[in-house]
């Protein structure tokens, strides 16, 4: 749970940054919004979930 929180705050502050740099437009961050929301509802979600895990503990393995 704290893994998936801090993953969302990580990727809403790259969102954020983008948007702000004009990097990335409006339309764009509504459409990779939508998409992770419908990802998540689909059978990707718990291999998208193992991968991210399996990076994380990869990464404090370092």
């Known amino acids: 749970m704290a893994i998936t ?5 990580l990727f809403g502050l ?3 940054f983008l948007l702000r740099s004009k990097t990335l437009g409006y ?6 919004m939508m998409f992770g929301f419908y990802l998540a509802s689909t059978g990707a979600s718990k291999p998208m979930s193992d991968l991210t ?7 404090g393995n370092l």
């Open 53 to 59: 895990t399996a990076v994380v503990d990869a990464i």
């Open 27 to 32: 339309g764009s961050a509504f459409v990779a």
């Open 5 to 9: 929180v801090s993953l969302v705050a």
């Open 14 to 16: 790259v969102l954020f």
